[in-house]
């Protein structure tokens, strides 16, 4: 059995499917790229799937990831490719390696989140970013099922920034740009929760809702203060496996997909 892991993103209007409409929408792509899926046992089997950590609805990404087991190796860039054709603009699949290593779970322990603030000015946003920062704790209530919840907004964020719209970005009238690094707790710290903080300790109130889109996910780096490539390892094993004698790394010769078995 192989396993492919894959990088896939949630762009513009897509950005409000929800997870379960993403995996309808992926299960359809699977079969319409003909890909040779493994299924689970039972009376209701389904393919193989593991998704991790995806982004709240509403949220843009360019970095959410899932795994699949396949039953035939093959070429995780015929795959990538046969995969991102299969699904709509906007769900797109931007990255795929072959699973060399264990755990990509383990390995998804922050997120850089983009805010953008319109409506708000930089100076604003610089000087609620100050208070936020400067605390120690900062509690912040969210809804649930079992009614509101507090917790500390403040211990997840392992980095937090303010400035101006890339050029080539504009807007009308003043925009702030946050820069969000949050590390995966529980209870998970959403960039929503962060923004409910920046108003309990600086009154901060955008006019309309922020723009939220996921950036980056990996292990988080404590002395750089950076998010590393969660595929990196998989990546580096691939290099460094021996070839067969087809040339291909690793045991397995991998074969495009959608050609059938022979």
Request: glycine share 8%; with cysteine.
């Amino acid at each position: 059995m192989q396993r492919i892991r894959l990088r896939y993103t949630k762009r513009g209007r897509l950005r409000f499917t929800s997870h379960r409409d993403f995996q309808r929408a992926f299960e359809r792509a699977l079969r319409r790229a003909e890909v040779p899926m493994a299924y689970s046992a039972g009376f209701t089997p389904h393919p193989k799937v593991s998704y991790a950590n995806a982004a709240p609805t509403g949220t843009g990404s360019e970095a959410e990831y899932l795994e699949i087991a396949l039953t035939e190796a093959r070429d995780p860039a015929k795959l990538r490719e046969l995969l991102d054709e299969s699904l709509p603009a906007g769900l797109d699949v931007v990255d795929a390696v072959e699973a060399r290593t264990s755990g990509l779970a383990d390995r998804l322990t922050a997120s850089v989140w983009e805010l953008r603030l319109d409506g708000v000015a930089v100076e604003e946003a610089e000087k609620a970013v100050a208070a936020f920062v400067a605390a120690e704790t900062v509690e912040v209530q969210r809804r649930t099922k079992n009614g509101l919840r507090t917790f500390d907004a403040r211990g997840a964020v392992a980095g937090l920034q303010a400035s101006c719209p890339q050029p080539d970005r504009p807007g009308e009238g003043p925009c702030a740009i946050l820069r969000l690094v949050v590390r995966h707790v529980t209870p998970a710290v959403r960039p929503d929760d962060v923004l409910s903080g920046l108003h309990a300790v600086a009154d901060l109130a955008p006019p309309v809702p922020a723009a939220v889109t996921r950036l980056a996910q990996g292990l988080f780096d404590e002395e750089s203060g950076t998010v590393t490539d969660p595929l990196a390892p998989d990546r580096e094993a691939v290099t460094a496996a021996p070839a067969d004698r087809s040339g291909v790394a690793g045991s397995a010769a991998t074969v495009p997909v959608g050609t059938g078995s022979a």
